[in-house]
């Protein structure tokens, strides 16, 4: 994660997982999923909605087929970001959650986003937000613009958090971990859930590639929990916000 991005992080206990995260990142194998505030609406001009065949690719993962989400009366299905960073392919799907009435923001209003990046470029959501979508990040010093709206709203700090991510397990898919996890499991279509405060994974089979897979997701910080809520707070009009883990 950037330094200023909060959220979830992997780490390998073992060498033989630290060899196979490497592989799964680098094979794009590991799906991620970040939530953002952006200052303004972002742009739709130039984002394609992603095709079935560039959903399912590795990396991204989204079911283009799912129920869109309604936000102000409006549907808002997955977008999606093409644009090539320090001339690499770079690519980022991201959907609207909800909109915020914020006198600081630019058109008074904050957009709160759902981003899957495919690949993993520099700063690539920040970078891809605010030059593809024209709606950089709030308290993104570094691609805000530097404008009266951005400079106004540094001081809440940046809010990007990595929420969510799957990956394979590095254990239970060698031969040793597949034929523990038969033994001590109810089924092949077992599934583990732990449940702590504000944090949920999941272990399971992946009935489509037959991978046990590892699924994490965590609420989003105290401080960018508060100031959603204290946006919500603030609402006058009909501008509607998802609810988001």
Same mark, same amino acid.
């Given at each position: 994660l950037d330094k200023p991005t909060s959220?979830?992080?992997?780490?390998?206990?073992?060498?033989?997982?630290?060899?196979?995260?490497?592989r799964q990142f680098a094979e794009r194998v590991v799906r991620k999923t970040y939530v953002a505030l952006c200052n303004g609406v972002p742009s739709t001009e130039?984002?394609?909605?992603?095709?079935?065949?560039?959903?399912?690719?590795?990396?991204v993962r989204i079911d283009v087929r799912?129920?869109?989400?309604?936000?102000?009366g409006k549907q808002t299905p997955w977008r999606l970001i093409d644009r090539a960073l320090d001339n690499k392919s770079a690519v980022t799907a991201w959907r609207t959650?909800?909109?915020?009435?914020?006198? #600081? /923001? $630019?058109?008074?209003?904050?957009?709160?986003?759902?981003?899957?990046?495919?690949?993993?470029?520099?700063?690539? =959501?920040?970078r891809h937000m605010a030059r593809a979508a024209n709606s950089p990040l709030v308290g993104d010093y570094v691609y805000d613009g530097g404008g009266a709206?951005?400079?106004?709203?540094?001081?809440?700090?940046?809010?990007?958090?990595?929420?969510?991510?799957?990956?394979?397990h590095p254990f239970y898919n060698t031969d040793v971990g597949r034929e523990e996890w038969?033994?001590?499991?109810?089924g092949p279509d077992c599934t583990h859930q732990?449940?702590?405060?504000?944090?949920?994974?999941?272990?399971?089979?992946? #009935? /489509? $590639?037959?991978?046990?897979?590892?699924?994490?997701?965590?609420?989003?910080?105290?401080?960018?929990?508060?100031? =959603?809520?204290?946006?919500?707070?603030?609402?006058?009009?009909?501008l509607k916000i998802t609810n988001m883990v």
């Open positions: 959220g979830l992080l992997v780490v390998a206990k073992t060498a033989g997982a630290t060899a196979d995260l490497s130039k984002d394609a909605a992603p095709s079935v065949s560039a959903a399912l690719d590795p990396g799912e129920e869109e989400i309604i936000v102000g959650r909800g909109y915020f009435e914020c006198p #600081e /923001a $630019t058109n008074n209003t904050l957009t709160l986003v759902e981003l899957r990046p495919k690949t993993g470029r520099y700063h690539q =959501l920040r709206a951005a400079l106004s709203l540094r001081r809440h700090g940046i809010f990007l958090c990595s929420n969510g991510i799957s990956l394979e038969d033994d001590n499991t109810a732990h449940d702590k405060a504000e944090q949920m994974s999941l272990l399971f089979r992946d #009935e /489509a $590639t037959d991978r046990i897979m590892v699924h994490a997701n965590i609420s989003l910080p105290e401080e960018f929990r508060s100031f =959603l809520d204290s946006m919500k707070e603030k609402q006058t009009s009909n």
